[in-house]
């Protein structure tokens, strides 16, 4: 059973800093991109930055400088470093596995972890 475990959401005032966890357990992830998306209330689920198991990272440009995704392939998890936090980066934010073949694999989801950012 594939499971991705979220951690790390908190609130926090602008201009602070949070690290997301996401462990994943049950198949090989080595063949999967780990990666972080958010959902703002009342927007749509948008990516944030995305991890492959052989290192390379890319950082959407809403974030960049700001965030930075790193991936423990020995632990199965990604992790998110979020500094300088705006309210803007409210919302939760998912954890996800997304095959590199999607022919012989599928999307994972984790249940989600709350950030929220006071002004």
């Known amino acids: 059973q594939v499971q991705l475990v979220e951690s790390g959401g908190d609130l926090v005032q602008e201009g602070g800093s949070l690290r997301l966890s996401c462990a994943a357990s049950g198949t090989n992830f080595a063949l999967y991109v780990l990666g972080w998306y958010r959902q703002a209330p009342g927007k749509q689920r948008e990516l944030v930055a995305r991890a492959t198991s052989g290192g390379s990272t890319a950082v959407e440009d809403s974030v960049k400088g700001r965030f930075t995704i790193s991936r423990d392939n020995a632990k199965n998890t990604v992790y998110l470093q979020m500094n300088s936090l705006k309210p803007e980066d409210t919302a939760v934010y998912y954890c996800?596995?997304?095959?590199?073949?999607?022919?012989?694999?599928?999307?994972?989801w984790g249940q989600g972890t709350q950030v929220t950012v006071s002004s």
């Open positions: 996800a596995a997304e095959p590199v073949n999607p022919r012989v694999g599928k999307d994972y």
